[in-house]
């Protein structure tokens, strides 16, 4: 059975930093198309950043230079690499993997089969 499992998630201060993970167990990720989405409370879940493994990355406008997508083969894990963190960042972050979509167009919850459990970040002022 596919499982994602994210963490790294933590309470900061406005301009702090923190990385997640997303560890996968039977699906590799190698070449596959990994998304990281966020929900904050009531909000719908949107899309963060999305990687073709060994690709192109992709970011939403509000995090572009100051979040960052990899992969790291040998752990079999994408990394979200978060700096430059405000309020607005606030929300349980997940991430998903198994698209049919070119990887530049999966952007929607529906566009993806895994899901990890999710891993809390709240940034304070």
């Known amino acids: 059975q596919v499982r994602l499992v994210e963490s790294g998630g933590d309470s900061v201060q406005t301009g702090g930093s923190l990385r997640l993970s997303c560890a996968a167990s039977v699906l590799r990720l190698g070449n596959q198309c990994v998304g990281w989405f966020r929900q904050a409370s009531e909000n719908e879940r949107e899309w963060v950043a999305t990687m073709r493994t060994y690709g192109s990355v992709y970011y939403r406008d509000a995090v572009k230079g100051r979040f960052t997508i990899y992969y790291d083969p040998d752990q079999n894990t994408v990394f979200l690499q978060m700096n430059g963190l405000q309020p607005e960042d606030t929300g349980a972050y997940y991430c998903?993997?198994?698209?049919?979509?070119?990887?530049?167009?999966?952007?929607?919850?529906?566009?993806?089969?895994?899901w990890g459990q999710g891993t809390q970040v709240t940034v304070s002022s």
């Open positions: 998903a993997a198994g698209s049919g979509l070119a990887c530049s167009r999966a952007t929607q919850k529906s566009d993806f089969y895994y």
